[in-house]
């Protein structure tokens, strides 16, 4: 199979501190196309009673996925990134991320089991603030296309 | 809250939006997202891979849909849970006349799943298709639409 299994349960090391910035949450709402003010006008924001600009709901996949590049990273996992299709995500927000905010996220891997002659491998990332305080949980499941897949 | 929840009702369709991407669209998200696989914006290298050809982000797909929801509700702070999992690829084929030019559509529609009056949250399920361009010879007008999105969820917070 195309995921070591022995890195089943590791938990690798946190990523650098991501600041988030009030473009990067105006640029990723506009690359999804959203509509709602809060993303972009701070005066919407302020009177809808946030700190600052909110993120949208996927904003977290940026920092997730900092942190799940150390496993897709690690040679002991043995993944090949270039046979990696997105099979499953999900976020579970503790809180809204707001800009201003610092952040950073720790992935340990949750499961893996064969599919086929490839492989499902499922990351969990805790995003966390400067105090550890719960922000987000990510679930990412990615399949590793086998040689014949 | 745009919405109240008293108003919500089972199966109730709240919200539909139909996004018209380009090859613009995935740069513009790979840029947003530090998501440069090139499988997303380099043809060459997206069929080299087995891919009928240039894949939106599996995230720009999930984004725009649970953005639906959120511009519906009017607050991002009360989607408090968001999960899909992805089973057909959007392809994105080239097109560009004076500039580049939205060349699929990804066609979305958010109805109420399921409401719990107790602790007044929605589940908003959505669904969301795409024509199948993996033929090239298949114009976008005659191209069967493909469910892209299984189990596409988001739960919205009235507090």
Known sequence: ?149 | MNVEFESLEKGQEVATRTVELSRADLVRYAAASWDFNPIHWNEPFATSVGLPNVIAHGMLTMGAAMQVVVDWAGDPAAVTDVQTRFTKPVVVPNAFGAEVEPSTTLSISAKVGALDPEARTARIDLTVTAPDLSDPGVARDAAPALKVLVKAQALVVWR
């Open chain 1, 1 to 149: 199979m195309s995921v070591n299994p022995d890195v089943l349960g590791r938990t690798y090391p946190s990523i650098a501190p991501y600041q988030v910035s009030r473009e990067a949450v105006r640029a990723f709402a506009a690359a999804v196309h959203a509509q709602a003010p809060v993303h972009s006008d701070l005066d919407a924001a302020r009177a809808a009673g946030h700190a600052d600009l909110v993120a949208p709901p996927t904003f977290a996949i940026i920092v997730a996925q900092k942190a799940e590049a150390a496993v897709v990273a690690d040679p002991e996992a043995g993944i090949d990134f270039s046979r990696v299709v997105h099979a499953d995500q999900r976020f579970t927000h503790h809180r809204a991320i707001v800009a201003g905010d610092e952040l950073t996220a720790a992935t340990t891997v949750d499961a893996v089991r064969a599919v086929g002659t490839g492989g499902m491998v499922t990351f969990r990332t805790e995003i966390v603030d400067p105090e550890g305080q719960p922000v987000s949980t990510a679930l990412s499941s990615l399949l590793v296309r086998g040689e014949d897949q």
